[in-house]
């Protein structure tokens, strides 16, 4: 079994030597590029005395130099920039294993809905939650698809379908980083929805006048200015010309924005793009889930990188007419609307396809990110994932953002008998925890991901939780209110199968209506074939296993005293709490008790 920061920490020092060498490049390009330059303006002005010809010939040559090191300066500040991603995808591997990654990732707070029923109660997102921890996806559409997984539960064939994909990128490092490396990085915006829309669009620059007039004045645009530079003819021919090209020019203006401005913005992301589409294209996967995704990256026999890359060497053209020494150039040579008329065909044909591979791309990537964490984890299993009614058994079930040197597991078993375990114990003895761990294991589950767990199986289920509801001043709600509201949306869930996961519940009101209250919502919750955890400080709310006899039951975390210190060893025990600490944990923080 390959150790993972053994692999990490060794390409981490191979890719180090490599950015050491690019930075290197890198400022000699740059340099050299200067000095060509400053080379161009000193014959340029020598040459001068002989009129504009002669300083042209003169300065002909390092004009050529130059334009030739600004396609290697491109190339090799993209090859720098590459290295450096490739650093940084060691280190976050690196971090993950150290434990040192909170914070240092993409939290994906952006990417929580208002009002969902789990995700702040389990840590899907912000920092040091699951999505931080999991997300590696360099493209919006990676980092949205990998978000939708951990939101909302797959099916039981789509979650089998993707655990072996997920094994096979595990094993396959050299993809990973490709994709790190050659993406956008985390600020790419551009995303399905944007490439569909601009494919949607009605088509533009469609006149059939224009496809006589657009190269007839280009070509004497072309013609008459060159004969003005380099023959004895005079400058009017060209001046006659001028009047045309700035007519066109304006006519078009509003169409050339409408066909460009999506793709010229976010060039770096379709080069990006091209470099990913590329990594996927070249490997044959064994995964049908992969196989699948794959074989739909081409068209009329041409790959999908193929087609980006064509669409990226078009809008590069495009974008060239701002360059300060050729914009005259391309202004009196309609270069704008030339290769706006280009990129409208490519629009017009490969549009559509253009944003399903991007979806492809970002189905790719959250696996990837998933892969990854099978990869730094080998320990950790695959469910087994069946349809059938309600149900999850687990043994050794820890908690996935926890070292494992502080995980403490506990086995959990909960299907028709019992449905239900009552959960009572001491202040932090884990209670809140132990409902965390059964939630985000099942979040992973579903996902198609491993799990923190020598086994476990589940069926696909909703999640209700109610483990961090807050008052709020700006609703006027009282937390009483937020919590009843949060189960009702839980009761509402129960239509499906659910897995509810409710934290000290009720504890807003007097101690009658709460023992009422709570059997009648855990008694509808059974009924409906729900199954999941309560807990409670209240032992008064264990009677209610009794009361919903072996449909339920309690089961307890504890602590004890070594000296004057308060030990808990998190573990999970059948029955009732005995003993409570809340005197203790007074005293111990210096009040009066």
Same mark, same amino acid.
């Given at each position: ?32 590029r200067l ?16 009129g ?20 290697v ?10 290295a ?26 952006t ?28 493209t ?23 655990? +072996? ?52 004045v ?18 009017? +021919? ?27 913005? +976010?060039?770096?992301e379709?080069?990006a793009?091209?470099?990913i ?9 064994s995964?049908e ?24 060497r ?11 020494l ?5 202004y ?19 549009g ?80 809140s ?12 589950a ?22 961090r ?95 004057a ?20 944990l ?8």
């Open positions: 079994m390959t150790d993972p920061a053994a692999a990490y920490a060794e390409r981490k020092r191979e890719r180090t030597a490599s950015l050491r060498l690019a930075l290197s490049r890198y400022a000699w390009v740059s340099n050299a000095l060509v330059f400053l080379a161009a303006l000193v014959l340029a002005y020598f040459g001068l005395k002989g504009a010809a002669l300083a042209l010939a003169y300065a002909a040559g390092p004009i050529a130099i130059f334009l030739v090191l600004i396609v300066h491109d190339r090799v500040a993209s090859a720098k920039e590459r450096e991603r490739a650093v940084a995808f060691y280190d976050r591997g690196l971090s993950h294993l150290d434990g040192s990654w909170p914070g240092r990732g993409n939290d994906g707070l990417l929580q809905p208002a009002g969902h029923p789990y995700a702040p109660d389990l840590d899907i997102f912000g920092k040091g939650s699951l999505f931080e921890l999991l997300c590696g996806a360099q919006k559409e990676g980092r949205e698809r990998l978000a939708a997984w951990l939101l909302a539960p797959a099916t039981a064939l789509e979650a089998q379908a993707r655990q +072996p994909a997920v094994a096979e990128l595990a094993g396959d490092l050299d993809l990973r980083e490709a994709l790190h490396e050659n993406g956008a990085g985390a600020n790419a915006s551009l995303d399905a929805r944007t490439l569909l829309a601009w494919a949607n669009e009605a088509p533009r620059l469609q006149a059939r006048i224009l496809r006589v007039i657009l190269p007839v280009t070509a004497a645009s072309v013609v008459t200015l060159l004969a003005w530079i380099f023959t004895d003819v005079p400058a009017w +021919p060209f001046l006659c010309v001028l009047p045309f090209v700035f007519a066109i020019d304006r006519w078009l203006a509003r169409d050339i924005a409408a066909v460009t401005l999506r793709v010229s913005r +976010p060039l770096n379709l080069k793009l091209q470099n589409l590329k990594s996927i294209e070249r490997r044959t996967f995964a889930w992969l196989r699948q995704r794959v074989s739909r990256l081409a068209t009329d026999g041409m790959l999908a990188s193929e087609r980006i890359g064509a669409l990226v078009l809008v590069e053209w495009y974008d060239s007419r701002r360059n300060q050729f914009a005259p150039f391309a009196a040579w309609l270069w704008g609307p030339n290769f706006a008329l280009a990129i409208e065909k490519w629009r017009r044909a490969h559509r396809a253009a944003a399903e591979w991007l979806l492809l791309v970002g189905d790719v990537e959250a696996l990837a990110s998933l892969a990854a964490y099978r990869f730094e984890q080998p320990s950790d299993v695959f469910p087994e994932i069946a349809d059938g009614p309600p149900r999850i058994e687990a043994t050794a079930l820890g908690h996935p953002l926890l070292a494992r040197d502080k995980c403490v597991a506990n086995d959990v078993m909960l299907l028709d008998r019992p449905q239900i375990y009552v959960v009572s114990g001491s202040n932090m003895s884990g209670k925890t132990y409902m965390r761990t059964i939630g985000t294991n099942v979040v992973l579903l996902a198609g991901a491993p799990v923190r767990a020598a086994s476990m199986r589940v069926s696909p289920l909703h999640i209700g939780a109610s483990l509801v807050q008052d709020s001043l700006q609703e006027g709600a009282s937390r009483f209110y937020a919590e009843i509201r949060r189960l009702k949306q839980v009761m509402d869930l129960a239509a499906g199968p659910l897995l509810f996961l409710l934290d000290e519940i009720l504890a807003g009101t007097n101690s009658h209506d709460r023992r009422v209250g709570t059997e009648a919502v855990l008694r509808t919750l059974v009924n409906k074939g729900a199954i999941g955890v309560v807990t409670t400080h209240d032992l008064a709310l264990t009677e209610i296993a009794t009361a919903l006899s072996s449909r339920a039951k309690n089961v307890h975390f504890e602590d004890h005293m070594e000296g210190t308060l030990v808990f060893d998190y573990k999970m025990r059948d029955g009732v709490v005995q003993k409570s600490n809340a005197i203790a007074m005293r111990a923080v210096g009040l009066e008790v």
